[in-house]
């Protein structure tokens, strides 16, 4: 293992060193990462004890390992004390060190529902934990004050840096980068850039968080860190809201109420990718459009305030700069409902809301554009209107009203747009969250379409891990409201758990949420809005080239046991000759999923002797293990179907340079084609062009390979051997033919022959080592060998007999004769005309084989029974005697055979029959032998007759398919067997056969280092093997390549519809943005023709007339350019 790094590539592929490296680490998370949520307050708690305790519980039942949590995130109601809560959650997990917690509205959903609890005094009480798993990640919580003063936003940075130190020192070593050790302050490194945040503020501070946050971001790493998160709520909007955490540095942090403003943040560095998702479910009219003139934080008009969540004044598409409360409830009265806003009334202070003003705008909010390309271009962040009021001192005129929201505008840049949405879309959009995570995930993959996770619910539930996320408070109670409010609660949690594919999420309600734009690589806050952190199955980080990559993989292996782990690097080290009995045993322990050795098959520097090693593993599991059977052969076959492909996915110049089909790769597939039934690989083309080419041209298979490649090349030159397998082979095959007729001419004709018999004995013995001798191929069977052990025990006796001068034995004569006749018929099995029907006998004699087998155990059933029945009474045949019409009726259907009476009539009753039918036992004993003899004829001639015949003939139709696939793995198998064979034919061979026989032997008791740790490397040479593994690797990029057009052929599903139809209707609202920018221009510029044809026709003089045309067009001019729509029409 210490010298892993230089001997690499000896096992492995260089180039695939990456996609080697993010197999263990996909193997590892996807068994290790995981999401945990647990939701409710218990019926029977009184404290929070108990329901901490109780939550604690589910989330421990459904964990898979007992690793503590890497996060644990809680939402609770506000009435819960935080210390308590903090104090609780804590000594559930003790060695869990962040704790994040804020205050939701009413209550909280998870995949398990929508809960909280009321007293009889209309208290909430409301708690949820979600446990994030992540050992090779990095989490930390702090808490701090809102930086709303320059010393503290101060506070602020200092407090992100301590933060960020302390998660450093969690994180893998490979994530940080060595230039940054010892600093005080953060450093660009890949820990950072992997990075984002979760936020949980107090109603007022988000917007200063966030822009504290992008400039902490920008300063330390030069990047934008996503921010997503949600403000804390409480059930009554009665300021209550708290946020508290118990630190990474072992402090707790609690904010709101008596304890101030404040937020709690969690630097999230997961192993894994997180994906921020950030949508609302609202529909703009982009005819109602403004652009903010001014605004501040009182209705106060401040010149040098630029930005407020009070909005002033506002300047509509024709240029008219109105009261932005004014405008909001002309709009809402014209365009979603007349009456549904309330009118304006005078604000009681400066941080008054209107709780009929916020029910009413949940459904018509307004919208401020976040970009015009980009991936959301087009999309808003929204605003939750939370009063109308007027001036003070226009409190009688009532001509103008300002605009209190819930998130803040921009003098002169903000472009506000009315949004509407009905109940439904609240629900029925959120299928666009879903469209956001399948983009994400799949832009973050690289893959293509046809490994998009839209594909079906398994995919992109194989992906995801879990969510955090928050659902709007606001939208929360729209959809709670009414009769049906329980019922609209079970759709969002299912529609949520449809997005996330069954994957536990919490979802929490806040009054306001924060979220990442990507096209603007800004955060931003917003309200009536649904924001989400989805933790993936996808590895964060990649191999690093500059770095030792036995150090790399030592820091996932060693999160392994250490039995384990010493299986693992005997994987690593040792590549397909691994002991693969050892890898089984925490494969079936579940240490390791059959994922990671199909996905290290590619990169392996031997794809097929590690993909044959690998098939016969789970072949051999599935014979052990016969419940899992099913499993166990699905995976085997995937290893087999994958060297058929390799194989059919190179061409023979790639075979040539990769030695992918050197000696001991073809008889290692030919043998396992026996064992574990892989003949695809063996049935190949290019894999029987080569047995073609040692058949008939050379016995080694790289000169086979390369007269192959001078073939294709139009030349005929090259190295040929006289004495080729075939010819040996034929050759072996004729000396036998001359055996039998040697045999078949002294029996009958000289049988007192002692010296022709001795002969025949040394034939048939030279016969036997040629046999013993020859490769492991699957050629020779064990009967194949018993045969020949027979038939020389056989001559031996004969010749015995005859030299003592007795008779030749012909019982032995006559079996040998048959055994003769099946060895030519086993060597006959190469001939391509002869060969398949062999076969189709051979396996057809296998199947009566067993049926005999079968047919035994009838007859010795029946045997006994009609012993037993007929002990000690000699039977009459009647067959032909007539006693009754049943005598004709037995002769009608079967035949007189079966009749048979007792001799003696004995009317004694002994009988079980006699007793209970009251017959004498003689009539018993006819009854029941009857009754015998007809279940015996309907099981033997009927029933085992019929299953014969339908063995017989499902065989025939089975191998009608398959005796193609059977003859080329018999002629391979010969082809192996025929190469090793002696120049000469027997029997004078006998000399050398016994030879390597003996070495044979003595290899297998006594083994060469190459056969325990595998064949050593032809060659040393770096720029040989260099090109070896270009190749290889060539030829797994056709095999890819190939998967994927297989991939293309596969039907549409129900998953890949619904996502064009989410997709058709992102387009449409885009559509319909444009359509509606078309409109207005179109209109503007008709209202601007009839203006300027007015003003020329009421003008009398020339220079009139062009006065009267430049002052209109200036007016045009300067109303389109201070139009919000200005730039979209252009």
């Known amino acids: ?376 271009a087009y999309d808003y962040r929204m605003m939750h209107p939370s009063g109308i009021y007027w001036y003070k001192d226009q409190e009688q005129k009532q001509e103008s009203a300002y605009l209190k929201n819930f998130a803040s505008v921009e003098t002169g840049k903000t472009d506000v747009v009315l949004f509407k949405a009905r109940r439904g879309d609240l629900l029925h959009r959120l299928s666009k969250l879903k469209e956001q995570l399948v983009i994400q995930i799949d832009q973050a993959s690289g893959g293509s379409s046809l490994e998009s996770v839209a594909l079906s619910p398994d995919a992109l539930r194989a992906r995801v891990s879990g969510v955090l996320m928050v659902y709007c408070a606001g939208c929360m109670m729209a959809i709670s409201s009414g009769k049906d409010g329980a019922e609209q609660m079970r759709r969002l949690t299912v529609t949520l758990s449809n997005c996330f594919a069954g994957r536990p999420f919490m979802a929490y309600h806040p009054f306001g949420e924060q979220g990442f734009f990507p096209s603007k690589q800004v955060n931003g806050h917003s309200n009536l809005m649904f924001s989400a952190l989805v933790f993936s199955k996808d590895p964060a980080f990649e191999v690093d080239e500059t770095r030792s990559f036995a150090e790399m993989l030592s820091q996932v292996i060693t999160m392994y046991d250490d039995a384990e782990q010493a299986v693992l690097r005997q994987l690593l080290v040792k590549g397909e000759n691994a002991d693969f009995s050892l890898l089984s045993h925490i494969t079936r322990a579940g240490m390791i999923t059959p994922e990671l050795l199909k996905s290290i098959t590619p990169c392996a520097g031997r794809p097929i002797p590690f993909a044959l090693s690998s098939a016969q593993m789970f072949h051999l599991m599935a014979r052990k293990f016969p419940l899992k059977a099913r499993e166990y052969n699905a995976v085997s076959k995937w290893f087999k179907d994958f060297c058929k492909d390799f194989i059919n996915a190179a061409p023979l110049q790639l075979l040539a340079q990769s030695n992918c089909l050197e000696y001991s790769t073809l008889q290692l597939a030919v043998l396992m084609a026996v064992k574990i039934d892989s003949k695809g690989l063996v049935a190949s083309n290019h894999f029987q062009e080569v047995m073609e080419k040692v058949w008939s041209a050379t016995p080694d298979s790289d000169e086979a390979i390369q007269l192959l490649l001078t073939d294709a090349g139009g030349s005929n030159s090259g190295k040929q051997v006289l004495l080729t397998p075939m010819v040996r082979h034929y050759s072996n095959l004729a000396s036998y033919v001359v055996l039998v007729a040697l045999q078949f001419w002294t029996s009958h004709n000289n049988p007192s022959s002692a010296i022709l018999w001795n002969l025949i004995l040394l034939w048939s013995m030279s016969n036997l080592f040629q046999t013993l001798a020859s490769p492991t191929t699957g050629y020779y069977s064990w009967v194949t060998m018993l045969d020949d052990v027979v038939l020389v025990f056989s001559h031996a006796v004969i010749f015995e007999r005859v030299l003592m001068g007795g008779e030749v034995p012909r019982d032995l004569d006559a079996l040998t004769m048959i055994i003769h006749f099946g060895n030519l018929m086993k060597g006959l099995i190469v001939h391509p005309k002869m060969g398949p029907l062999i076969i189709m006998v051979l396996t057809m004699m296998g199947d009566i084989t067993q049926f005999l087998t079968l047919m035994v155990f009838f007859v010795a059933c029946f045997y006994c029974s009609l012993n037993a029945l007929f002990r000690g009474i000699p039977g009459v045949y009647v067959g032909e005697k007539w006693q009754s019409p049943t005598t004709l009726l037995v002769n009608a259907i079967w035949g007189p055979q079966v009749l048979w009476v007792t001799e003696h009539e004995d009317t004694g009753r002994t009988l079980f029959l006699s007793e209970v039918f009251g017959l004498n036992d003689s009539s018993a004993i006819d009854t029941m032998g009857a009754i015998i003899v007809a279940l015996t004829v309907f099981c033997i001639p009927i029933m085992l007759l019929n299953l014969l015949i339908a063995i017989m003939a499902s065989t025939y139709a089975e191998l009608s398919s398959d005796v193609d696939a059977e003859y080329k793995r018999s002629f391979a198998s010969c082809v192996l067997v025929a190469r090793e064979l002696v120049s000469l034919p027997m029997p004078f061979s006998l000399p050398q056969d016994m030879a390597r026989t003996a070495w044979k032997v003595a290899r297998f008791v006594r083994p060469c280092r190459a056969e325990i740790e595998g064949p050593l490397e032809k060659s040393l040479d770096p720029d040989a093997k260099l090109k070896e593994q270009l190749a290889v690797g060539q030829i797994v990029s056709n095999w890819e390549a190939q998967c994927s057009i297989e991939k293309f052929k596969g039907m549409v599903t129900i998953e890949q519809v619904e996502r064009m139809r989410t997709q058709g209707d992102g387009l449409q609202d885009r559509i319909q943005v444009l359509y509606s920018a078309l409109l207005n221009l179109t209109e503007r510029q008709d209202k601007m023709e009839n203006n300027l044809s007015q003003a020329i026709q009421s003008s009398g003089s020339p220079s009139g007339k062009h006065d009267a045309i430049l002052a209109t067009t200036a007016d045009a001019n300067r109303r389109f350019s201070s139009s919000p729509k200005a730039t979209t029409c252009t």
């Open 1 to 376: 293992w210490e010298d892993f790094d230089s001997t690499f590539e000896t096992v492995w592929l260089r180039t695939r060193k990456a996609s080697f490296f993010r197999s263990f680490l996909n193997e590892f998370i996807k068994k290790n990462v995981f999401v945990n949520t647990a939701n409710g307050w218990p019926a029977e708690a009184t404290k929070v004890e108990k329901a901490v305790r109780s939550l604690a519980l589910e989330i421990r039942s459904g964990s898979r390992t007992s690793n503590p949590p890497s996060w644990i995130f809680v939402a609770c109601s506000e009435t819960l004390e935080p210390q308590e809560v903090l104090d609780e959650v804590a000594k559930q997990y003790p060695s869990t060190r962040c704790i994040h917690c804020i205050t939701s509205c009413q209550g909280v959903t998870t995949d398990t529902g929508f809960k909280t609890r009321v007293d009889s005094t209309g208290v909430y009480r409301a708690i949820s934990l979600l446990t994030v798993n992540d050992p090779l990640g990095a989490y930390a919580t702090i808490g701090m004050p809102s930086p709303d003063t320059p010393s503290g936003w101060t506070q602020f940075e200092q407090a992100m840096d301590v933060a960020y130190l302390r998660l450093r020192e969690s994180a893998l070593e490979i994530m940080r980068d060595s230039v940054n050790d010892g600093k005080a302050v953060p450093g660009p490194e890949p820990l950072a850039e992997h990075l984002c945040i979760w936020l949980t503020g107090l109603p007022g501070n988000e917007e200063k968080s966030l822009e504290c946050l992008y400039e902490w971001g920008h300063q330390r790493f030069n990047r934008t860190i996503p921010v997503i998160g949600g403000t804390g709520a409480d059930a009554t909007i009665g300021g209550k809201w708290r946020a508290y955490c118990r630190a990474i540095d072992g402090n707790d942090y609690i904010f709101g109420q008596e304890h101030g403003q404040g937020v709690v943040v969690t630097l999230v560095a997961a192993s894994v990718k997180v994906f921020p998702c950030f949508m609302h479910p609202f529909t703009p009219i982009t005819e109602c459009t403004a652009k903010v003139v001014s605004c501040g934080s009182t209705e106060e008009k401040d010149p040098n305030e630029t930005t407020g969540r009070v909005i002033h004044t506002l300047r509509d598409t024709d240029g008219n700069e109105v009261g932005a409360g004014t405008l909001y409830h002309k709009w809402c009265e014209d365009m979603i409902q007349k009456k549904l806003m309330p009118t304006p009334t005078v604000a009681e202070g400066p941080g008054a809301f209107s709780p009929a003003v916020l029910a009413a705008s949940t459904a018509c909010p307004l919208g401020v554009a976040v970009a015009r390309d980009g991936d959301d």
